[in-house]
C-alpha cells in the first residue's frame, strides 16, 4: 500500500489533477445496470453537469440519498447530476 502511495508521488498524480473550476474531460461510459451509454457530452450540451464518484458503501448512499434530496436544486440551475461507481448498484460494498 505505502509504495503505491510513493509510486503515486513520483508520477506527479496530483500535480495533473484536475483543480477546482478547470473543465473535466468529456467520457462515454456503459451503464452496467442496464447497458445504456451515458456521453458527456451530449448531457452537458444541456447545461452543467455534476459528477459523483462513489463506491456503493453505506456511507457513500447516505450522501446520494443527500445528493438525490437535492436535486431539485441542481436541476434549478439547469445542472445534471450523475453519480459513477464501479459496481453495479445491485452488489454491496
Avoid: M, Y
Avoid at 462513489?54 to 443527500?66: E, G, K, M, P
Avoid at 441542481?74 to 464501479?86: M, R, Y
Wanted: glycine share 8%; with cysteine; aromatic share 6%.
Amino acid at each position: 500500500f505505502f509504495d503505491a502511495i510513493e509510486q503515486a508521488k513520483t508520477k506527479d498524480l496530483e500535480g495533473s489533477a484536475l483543480q477546482v473550476g478547470d473543465k473535466a474531460p468529456d467520457f462515454r461510459l456503459v451503464d452496467g445496470k442496464n447497458g445504456e451509454a451515458f456521453d458527456s457530452k451530449q448531457v452537458r450540451r444541456q447545461g452543467p453537469l455534476v459528477v459523483i464518484f462513489h463506491h456503493n458503501s453505506s456511507l457513500c448512499r447516505i450522501q446520494l440519498d443527500a445528493l438525490q434530496r437535492l436535486l431539485p436544486k441542481f436541476q434549478a440551475k439547469g445542472a445534471n447530476l450523475v453519480a459513477i461507481s464501479p459496481k453495479k448498484s445491485t452488489e454491496s460494498g
